[in-house]
Nanobody, 124 residues
Framework: QVHLVESGGGWVQAGGSLSLSCAASGGIFTNYAMGWFRQAPGKEREFVASISRRAVGTNYADSVKGRFTISRDNAKNTVSLQMNNLKSEDTAIYYC?????????????????WGQGTQVTVSS
């Protein structure tokens, strides 16, 4: 099973940008569709974005469409999340996830590999 490690979180003012990265090891990266989820304090984990194994397709939560972009580099075994025009409601721990099911899944139950999470704080 692939091992995932996120990086790139931090603090930013509203309207700013951050880029998250997730490095995969220990598995065949192209066997995994990849996703990003987030969890804010006191809330359930929610879907943010996903990308298919070969980066042919992407899927986004309505709340981030037009502001966030998911991408992957299969040569480097990485998946990234570029976040622009950040809002205070984007504050959360962001998790990278991998799914051995082909597709662009938006529910956590399809994912069987998870990173430890990285904190994103947006100050208004």
């Amino acid at each position: 099973q692939v091992h995932l490690v996120e990086s790139g979180g931090g603090w930013v003012q509203a309207g700013g940008s951050l880029s998250l990265s997730c490095a995969a090891s220990g598995g065949i990266f192209t066997n995994y569709a990849m996703g990003w989820f987030r969890q804010a304090p006191g809330k359930e984990r929610e879907f943010v974005a996903s990308i298919s194994r070969r980066a042919v397709g992407t899927n986004y939560a309505d709340s981030v469409k037009g502001r966030f972009t998911i991408s992957r580099d299969n040569a480097k075994n990485t998946v990234s999340l570029q976040m622009n025009n950040l809002k205070s409601e984007d504050t959360a721990i962001y998790y990278c996830a991998g799914s051995r099911f082909s597709g662009m899944w938006a529910t956590a139950k399809e994912y069987d590999a998870w990173g430890q999470g990285t904190q994103v704080t947006v100050s208004s």
